[in-house]
């Protein structure tokens, strides 16, 4: 099984920075997509940005140019880069990862979530 850590949220002023980190440990053949979605107070989850494995990459319209998602597929990890950041970012931020497994079972793994916090 796959465990996805996260790291980096916080709190932040309004136009401020912060970059997530998300690492995946345990035993797989191959991570796939792998990305970001958050959840706001009372809304639904939503996509924030992804990336495959060949560096193909999607972003959620109202995060273009402000954020930038990477990923270093040698260290397992995805990173979110978020700049200009405005008090509607605030939100548990979640790391997803489409995972192939040894047995070539492909399935979706989700981290804890880590909260990012933005004052106006």
């Known amino acids: 099984q796959v465990q996805l850590v996260e790291s980096g949220g916080g709190s932040v002023q309004a136009g401020g920075s912060l970059r997530l980190s998300c690492a995946a440990s345990?035993?797989?053949?191959?991570?796939?997509?792998m990305g970001w979605h958050r959840q706001a107070p009372g809304k639904q989850r939503e996509l924030v940005a992804s990336?495959?494995?060949?560096?193909?990459?999607n972003y959620a319209d109202s995060m273009k140019g402000r954020f930038t998602i990477s990923r270093d597929n040698a260290k397992n990890t995805v990173y979110l880069q978020m700049n200009s950041l405005k008090p509607e970012d605030t939100a548990v931020y979640y790391c997803?990862?489409?995972?192939?497994?040894?047995?070539?079972?492909?399935?979706?793994?989700w981290g804890q979530g880590t909260q990012v916090t933005v004052s106006s």
């Open positions: 345990g035993s797989f053949f191959n991570i796939n997509l």
């Open positions: 990336i495959t494995r060949d560096g193909n990459i």
């Open positions: 997803v990862a489409d995972i192939s497994s040894n047995h070539r079972r492909v399935y979706t793994s």
